[in-house]
Nanobody, 115 residues
Framework: QVQLVESGGGLVQAGGSLRLSCATS????????MGWYRQAPGEQRELVAR???????NYADSVKGRFTIAGDIAKNMVYLQMNSLKPEDTAVYHC?????????WGKGTLVTVSS
């Protein structure tokens, strides 16, 4: 059973920074993509950033220029550096990994940005 564990969430003031980490189990050879999604209260889960095994990256428009995703597939880790945080970034952030075409999800880590 593949497990994903996120860490690094917390409370930060607007304009601050946080770094999220996600540790995954399973064979790194089967990883097609790794990414971060978020879900705010009353909202649908949305893509934040995603990196595939070829190194191709895509970001949500709302975080471009502020967030940076980095993956270390050999170590089964994915990171999200979040700078210039805004109150609207407040959400539960979930790690996602595509293992051989199957999506796995972490339980999430809460990020709260105060104004």
């Amino acid at each position: 059973q593949v497990q994903l564990v996120e860490s690094g969430g917390g409370l930060v003031q607007a304009g601050g920074s946080l770094r999220l980490s996600c540790a995954t189990s399973g064979s790194s050879r089967n990883i097609n993509a790794m990414g971060w999604y978020r879900q705010a209260p009353g909202e649908q889960r949305e893509l934040v950033a995603r990196i595939n095994s070829r190194g191709s990256i895509n970001y949500a428009d709302s975080v471009k220029g502020r967030f940076t995703i980095a993956g270390d597939i050999a170590k089964n880790m994915v990171y999200l550096q979040m700078n210039s945080l805004k109150p609207e970034d407040t959400a539960v952030y979930h790690c996602n990994v595509d293992y051989a075409g199957v999506d796995y999800w972490g339980k999430g880590t809460l990020v709260t940005v105060s104004s």
